[in-house]
Every structure is written in C-alpha cells, then in structure tokens.
C-alpha cells in the first residue's frame, strides 16, 4: 500500500523510517516532508493548511494512496480528516470534533469536570472578563504561584505560561487578552493550580471503539540542562518510563485514558488516531496535564524505534475501525532520543548553517537521525528552523542507549547547536 504522511519534523520522518520497514508498504509520500524523508520518500511542496485540504486529497487520489496519515495537530484541529473522509479517502486521525482535545483546552477541561477525570483545579476566563482575571490573581497569596495559564486554542506550543509571581501573571494575562498574543487562540484563558512531580507521556492507538495503549515515553520540555529555561517544544525523550510500575500504569489507564475515551463516546465522539494524554504524577497519583490529538514529537522517535509490530497495518486498523482486539509487539530496548536545535531556540531560530558529520552515521548500527528543521542546497543540508535533529539511539540498558545517543551528537557539527546533555541521565542506573 502506497502512503501518505503530511508534516515536516523529525516525528514524520521517524513515522516514514518505521512505515518503510513494514512488509506492506509501498510507495511513501510526504507533504511537504523534509530532506531526511525525501531519502526513502517522495516529498511534495504543498501547504497543510485548511486551504489546501483540496489539494492534498487531490494528491492522494491521484497517487492511489492507501492511508494518508496525518503528524501535525494543527491540521486535524482544521478538519483534514473531515475532508478525506467526506471525499471517501482513508486516513488516520481524529476529525475535528474529536481534536478539540487538542484544539480547544476549554473543551478538555469541561470534559474531565464532567467525567471526574483528574486534572488540575481551574478557572476560565473570557477575553470580556479580562479585569475579573486580573482581580482573581490580586486574590491569590504569593504563596498561590507559580500558577499555570494556558490558552484556550492552539498558539504554536507557546499557550501555556508558568508565571512565578503575581506581576508576571498579571503580565502574561495582558499579553494574551489585550496584546492578542496567541490571535483567537488567546480567546479564552484557563488559570489553573501549579502541580509538581513527573511527566509521562501516554500515546494511544484508537480506531473509534477500542483504544490501544503504546509503550511509555518520557519527554524533556525545557531548553536547558536540568530543567531550566524556556519551554520548548521537547528536547529529548525516552522508552520506557521505568518510575511508572504495573500498579500506577493501571492507574494512569482507569482514571484518566479510559474513562475520557468512554466520556468521549457518550458525548458522540468517536475517536480515531492517536489519543495523547500527557499525564503528571504526583506522590503516586496520576493526574491529566493535557491532550493532544496526534503523535508525540519527539517520544514518537523514542517510541516506534521499540515497535516490533508493523505500523502500518495497525494504523489502517484504527482508521477502518477495526483494532479489535490487536496487540502491539515491544523490543526489551532501552531507547534515547536527543534533539539538536539552532542557535537562538527556543525565543527565535538561526538558519543557513552547514550540518557536517551526517553522512558519517547513516549507517550506524542502532543509531537513526531524524530531520525536522533541515533543508537541502546543492550537496549540503543545512539548519532551517529550530529543532533541527532528532538522534535517536537503542540499547540494552539506558546507560548503553545514552552513550550510542551522545556518541552519535559529538559527530554532528553546526554553529550554534544546542541540546541537553542530561536526556535520561535520571534512569541510566535503571535496568
Ligand atoms: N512532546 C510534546 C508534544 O508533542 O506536544
């Protein structure tokens, strides 16, 4: 089967690298792709914006695509998966109403009220109610902060603020409802109570009645060794997360996947593609942080390195409906993933600077390079956004995942590379 994956970051090229190996796949497509997949695929310089939804269905009629499968969230929250399918085109992800999970924090907020899902206590706040949002902050002691606010919408993964003071927040507020920081996105505002413990990343296979958990991933969000600096879109990440045992595992899938996967059939919404609850534990309680309605960028490179089973007949599964009762097939390897970005990441990105040192690893054993912002001229690959790579390395213990992972880093050169040296240091005394 002939497919189709639409995005651009090192999450869709790892997708195409594990699609590739499958037995069943043919031909792979990318809109627009990037030069990493352009090596095994064929990458075509379309938008993904709504506007050309037409266009991208155009292409996978003509090339007789099998499954169009979909990376990015924002078009999913625009409704691609509406299109292909009003145009009776396969494909994998949820439709619109079903990625308000992601679209709209509003929505997954009411859900989890209604459903008694565990979350974070909040409040929302309209654009109209921007003085009652700053009189609730006058409120709270300054003992209250940090708090979390977080845009309503989709604001290009800056909508969520973490002010550690009350002038901050008050800042942060201004920024959003008068300032019009985050567009319609910033319409409405969630303040919600700060929770500290650890993160873990729960990626979900759905077909619209049965939900599929896979491996465990662990994903680093800030810039800096640590935990320190500015959110980012993810720095690095691993598989599997050790800290959670069998008995908070059951946990995290009872109180919080299930129970939005069911609260979503009983409000009409059948979800297909891939549910990611991004889960914070704290002294052993699992609460949700947020949704997100596709892969994970980067625990996908951490996590379908370990997937023994073809992901392209599971995928094809879930957008017919028909997982069943499918299992998934693990390797008992350890995985690490560590992102290099551009100088500047996360508050700008440089571009144009030569990558040297790649084709030095393109066959290394246990080791793959994933492209996100890179882009070719002439017989050189150059930076081109932030997030530039993504190394993702295997072994049998973390320790050994970690030196393949940094091994791999030190024989890539580009001015201003950034990343983090600590990517799963805190297990690589686990087994
Ligand atoms: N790793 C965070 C995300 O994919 O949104």
Not at 100 to 128: D, H, M, N
Not at 179 to 193: H, P, Q, R, S, Y
Request: neutral net charge; charged residues 25%; proline residues 4%.
């Amino acid at each position: 089967m002939d497919v189709l994956v639409i995005g651009s970051g090192a999450r869709e090229h790892c997708i195409c690298w594990k699609l590739k190996s499958g037995s069943g796949t043919g031909k792979i497509y990318a809109i627009p792709g990037n030069p990493g997949i352009s090596k095994s695929g064929q990458c075509y310089d379309l938008g993904t914006g709504s506007g050309n939804f037409k266009d991208i269905a155009d292409f996978a009629f003509e090339k007789q695509v099998g499954c169009t499968i979909v990376g990015p969230e924002a078009p999913l929250v625009e409704g691609i998966v509406d299109y292909f399918n009003g145009r009776g085109l396969r494909i994998f992800g949820p439709d619109k109403r079903a990625a308000a999970i992601e679209g709209s924090k509003v929505f997954t907020k009411q859900l989890c009220e209604k459903y008694s899902i565990p979350t974070a206590a909040g409040v929302t706040f309209e654009r109209t109610q921007y003085q009652k949002a700053l009189s609730y902050i006058e409120s709270l002691n300054e003992d209250d902060f940090p708090i979390v606010l977080k845009a309503d919408g989709l604001a290009a993964g800056k909508g969520v603020m973490i002010p550690e003071t009350k002038q901050s927040a008050i800042l942060d507020i201004q920024n959003c409802f008068i300032k019009n920081a985050f567009g319609n996105a910033g319409d409405k505002l969630i303040l919600e109570k700060f929770i500290r413990g650890f993160e873990v990343s729960v990626l979900c296979l759905c077909d619209g009645k049965n939900i599929l958990p896979m491996a465990l991933a662990q994903d680093y969000k800030k810039i800096f060794d640590g935990d320190k600096g500015k959110n980012t879109g993810g720095m690095g990440s691993y598989s599997p997360v050790p800290f959670v045992d069998a008995k908070l595992y059951k946990k995290i899938l009872e109180q919080i996947i299930y129970p939005t996967y069911d609260g979503l059939l009983n409000e009409g919404i059948a979800y297909k593609g891939i549910l990611y609850g991004g889960i914070m534990v704290s002294g052993n309680e699992p609460l949700l942080l947020e949704y997100n309605c596709r892969f994970g960028d980067p625990e996908t490179q951490a996590i379908l390195p370990r997937l023994d089973s073809d992901l392209l007949e599971v995928l094809v599964k879930c957008a017919d409906g028909k997982l069943g009762s499918s299992n998934l097939k693990w390797d008992n390897l350890k995985s690490v993933c560590v992102v290099l970005a551009s100088r500047g990441y996360p508050e700008t990105s440089s571009k144009d600077d030569l990558i040297s040192g790649l084709d030095f690893l393109e066959n290394s054993r246990d080791v793959e390079v994933f492209h996100a912002g890179t882009k070719s001229a002439g017989t050189g690959i150059y930076t081109n956004g932030g997030r530039v790579l993504s190394i993702a390395a295997k072994g049998k213990t973390f320790k050994d995942a970690r030196k393949k992972a940094y091994m791999a880093v030190s024989d890539i050169k580009f001015e201003g590379m950034q990343y983090r040296k600590d990517i799963a240091l805190k297990v690589e005394e686990e087994i």
